[in-house]
């Protein structure tokens, strides 16, 4: 960063992707409406997948997709400094890209980190143009936050492996070719030591999804079946037995994606709410000010987490523990902030005329951020880490760690 000629290239790369955008948005209908919220794609919502696709595939064609990614599977070889400066151009737009949210943050990530030489030139190109979405599919009904404790179950049969059990609240799978999922192949060893990731075609005979429906009244994560579901052993990710490995890059890409070199998009930044307490005449109020500072001072902090997070990457360091710290502290910023602009747009955040475009903004970001403590690794969850990971303090008791699954579970 500061080798001159290295600030001049990314002073030049900063130019061509805002001389880019700046040229391709407007024909696509990318230009973001101040005060709008991004929204997730529910269930048949055909004409958003395909906007999703045609962005993503755009993207690509201009040498803007996967811009830190390994050039001889499709990326363009460049470092994280370039996609973060990409991230900060795009944040004026609205480049409909939520679809690509878990492939690119997730599942990439962990392809390139563990899959073989064959599965990265099958899967890394298609994922980038925008062809092939996925999805992750490692949450079950009793297995959340100790997903470890999972019951999906995979058992070799001949150069294939069957796949039965029960997924829940995997997001987006409805418009997803492809997912990454946790099953049990080793019940005979303890829970951790038994799991192995696979790559799962979700067209795959056997494979049934039943959308769950949110409180904001829309259907954007489902339960997912697998009855006798038969995966080529060829599709099993990072090693047979190595699933608890391979599940930790992904959630440490997911923690890191969602806390820190994503830009801010599911939440209003303090500019945004500043813009509306002067809109609303609310400036003068003691306590708006106040409320607006705080705001301030927690995306601030939010911002420089982020920055401390990617400097060690840039350094190579892989995503640690510290991604919980931004995503913990990220959580509380959206939740501030979506609570401060509902108070600020008065009784049109609650009520608002019939088809008036973005009139349910903050009763829709309302909703939503509760979801943010729960996503990604519970508030509770992340602050363990943070106590024995970042802090050293001691291990919560665990009494099942080193037992074999089957005596935990009877089967
Ligand atoms: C918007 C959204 C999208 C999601 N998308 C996906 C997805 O695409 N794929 C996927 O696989 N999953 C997904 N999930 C599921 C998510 O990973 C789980 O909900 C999460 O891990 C928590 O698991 P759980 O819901 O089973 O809660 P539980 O683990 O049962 O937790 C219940 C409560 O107990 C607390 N708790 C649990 N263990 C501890 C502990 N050791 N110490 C202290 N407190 C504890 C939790 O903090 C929580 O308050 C998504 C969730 C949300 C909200």
Not at 189 to 198: E, S
């Amino acid at each position: 960063m500061n080798d001159p000629d290295d600030a001049g290239d990314l002073e030049r790369f900063r130019l061509r992707a805002r001389r880019w955008l700046q040229e391709t948005a407007p024909a696509h209908g990318w230009l973001r409406r101040p005060g709008a919220a991004r929204r997730r794609i529910a269930v048949g919502d055909h004409d958003a997948v395909r906007r999703n696709r045609a962005c993503q595939e755009l993207l690509f064609e201009a040498g803007f997709a996967g811009l830190s990614w390994p050039a001889e599977y499709g990326g363009q070889g460049l470092g994280l400094r370039e996609q973060i400066v990409f991230n900060e151009e795009a944040r004026a737009f609205d480049l409909p890209l939520t679809a690509f949210i878990i492939g690119l943050g997730m599942c990439g990530p962990t392809i390139l980190a563990v899959g073989t030489e064959e599965q990265k030139q099958r899967y890394i190109l298609p994922m980038l143009r925008g062809e092939e979405i996925w999805c992750q599919l490692f949450s079950e009904p009793g297995a959340g936050s100790d997903v470890a404790g999972l019951r999906t179950r995979a058992v070799r049969d001949g150069d294939a492996w069957v796949l039965n059990g029960q997924k829940v609240w995997t997001s987006g799978a409805h418009h997803c070719e492809f997912g990454i999922v946790l099953a049990r192949t080793d019940p005979d060893v303890p829970k951790h030591k038994g799991l192995t990731m696979f790559v799962v075609d979700l067209r795959t005979p056997g494979v049934s999804l039943r959308p769950i429906r949110q409180i904001d009244g829309g259907e954007h994560f489902n339960e997912v079946f697998f009855d006798d579901v038969r995966i080529p052993d060829t599709d099993v990710l990072g090693g047979e037995g190595k699933g608890w490995q391979a599940a930790t890059t992904t959630l440490m890409n997911e923690r890191v994606s969602l806390g820190a070199v994503r830009t801010l998009d599911d939440v209003h930044p303090s500019a945004a709410l500043i813009d509306l307490a002067r809109e609303r005449g609310l400036l003068a109020d003691e306590s708006v000010r106040q409320n607006l500072v705080d705001l301030w001072m927690k995306e601030t902090v939010v911002g420089l987490l982020g920055e401390r997070v990617t400097a060690g990457i840039m350094r190579g360091r892989a995503p640690g523990p510290e991604g919980s710290i931004t995503k913990l502290v990220r959580t509380g910023f959206s939740t501030a902030s979506a609570e401060l602009g509902f108070r600020l747009a008065g009784p049109a955040a609650a009520a608002w005329p019939e088809g008036a475009a973005d009139g349910d903004t903050w009763a829709n970001t309302l909703l939503f951020v509760p979801s943010l403590t729960v996503a990604g690794g519970t508030d509770e969850v992340l602050k363990n880490i943070i106590g024995e990971r970042v802090l050293g303090l001691d291990k919560e008791p665990q009494v099942d760690r080193d037992v074999p699954f089957r005596e935990l579970t009877g089967r």
